[in-house]
Each structure stands twice: as C-alpha cells, then as structure tokens.
C-alpha cells in the first residue's frame, strides 16, 4: 500500500493551487480518502474528506474555498485550493481512511509543503 | 465539534522507562480513538485504533486504553526509536474529525 503526493510549492495570497496523490496497491475505489494539513510547527489539522462514494466533508477554515474531487480509474484524490490566505501555509498529507465512516488514517503521503506568500 | 486535550505537552523519559500520555475528550466518544506517531519530516503513522487496538506492525510496547472521554497511551521500556510526537484523534463525532495538540516525547 502506497499513497503518493504532488503539486504543492509558492503560491501568492488570493491564487489557486491543486495538490493530487495517488493510491496504489489496494482497491482505490473501496477506500475514503482525506487532507489532512499542519502548519509550521504546529498540530495536525483535519479539512476534507471523500468517501468512496463521492461524498465530501470540509473544515470550517476551508469551506468554500477547497474543493476535494477523485478519479477511481486514476486511482487519484484531489485538493483544489482557491483563493489562498497565508494562514493556509502547512504541509498537507493525503491518507488513506480505514473506513468510510470511521476516519482511522491507516496510511499517509509523505507530504507536501504549501507556502502561501506574496 | 469535539475538542480533544492531551497532556503533558512534553514528556521527558530515559530509554529502558515506560511513557505515559494522556487524552481527553470534551464529550464522550466511546472507544472511537486514535493514536499516531510523527516524527521530524515525516508523515503520521497510525499506532492504535478503536483506543487499544494496535494497528499492523506495531510493536507490543504500544498500548492504548480508556473509554469516552479519558484516554491513554502507554509505551513501555522506551526505544531510540519512539521518541516523537504523538497525537490522538476522535473518530465518533463528525464532522470535523478533531486532532489533539500533540504530546511530545523526548529524551531525558
């Protein structure tokens, strides 16, 4: 079971970003995904969610401005990130849900840093 | 939405010593806990799930207890290895899924 990121890097404030990671040996398409960020220094922050069906879930602090989609022929979950704050600067980490409806992060990306800065 | 607590912060331990952590959450969660493991500039790693249920590979010196809203994570006889940040996360209320702050364990 692996789970790859990329995308990520500077973006100014108020700019778009999309952060994609794909999944590989286990059956993609049986499995909800989740992002999962952390800011410098800081905790662990939950802000989306898509089941296996489709069906999203976001934090407060990114609503309406992320979007998480997926391609289960890709094989691939995705973070679009609109209209960027500096607060939005972390690492995010795409991981595996154990589950669709018990969020247990069984694996993990490895990462990828997202500066937001003018 | 549920705000979990750990404690302490930081956790000073000699190797060979056993670690104690502590979780809590603000409102009952039944036994839906999780316990991860981070460390430098590396992604999480799930450790137990369901409170006490070790997930695979993890070593039997990791063990978790508790139930609703006081939780535990005991490392017994500390390794080199384990010295890290641990979080816990409820899976009960949703959404948001919720993260504790982070204890960090580090060498004495």
């Known amino acids: 079971v692996q789970v790859v990121q990329s995308g990520g890097g500077l973006v100014q404030p108020g700019g778009s970003l999309r952060l994609s990671c794909a999944g590989t040996?286990?059956?993609?398409?049986?499995?909800?995904m989740s992002w999962v960020r952390q800011a410098p220094g800081r905790g662990l922050e939950w802000i989306s969610f898509?089941?296996?069906?489709?069906?999203?879930y976001y934090a407060d602090s990114v609503k309406g401005r992320f979007i998480v989609s997926r391609d289960n022929v890709k094989n691939s979950v995705f973070l679009q990130m609109n209209n960027l704050r500096v607060e939005d600067t972390a690492t995010y980490f795409c991981a595996r849900s154990y589950s669709n409806s018990w969020l247990i992060l069984d694996n993990w990306g490895q990462g990828t840093l997202v500066p937001v800065s003018s | 939405e549920i705000a979990m607590t750990q404690s302490p912060v930081t956790l000073s331990v000699s190797p060979g010593e056993s670690a104690t952590l502590s979780c809590r959450a603000s409102?009952?969660?039944?036994?839906?806990l999780a316990w991860y493991q981070q460390k430098p500039g590396q992604a999480p790693r799930l450790l137990i799930y369901g409170a006490s249920t070790r997930a695979t590979g993890v070593p039997a010196r990791f063990s978790g207890s508790g139930s609703e809203t006081e939780f535990t994570l005991t490392i017994s006889s500390l390794q080199s290895d384990d010295f890290a940040v641990y979080f816990c996360q409820q899976y009960n209320h949703w959404p948001p899924w919720t993260f504790g702050q982070g204890t960090k364990v580090e060498i004495k």
């Open positions: 409102q009952a969660i039944s036994n839906k």
């Open positions: 898509i089941s296996s069906r489709g069906t999203t």
């Open positions: 040996g286990f059956t993609f398409s049986d499995y909800a």
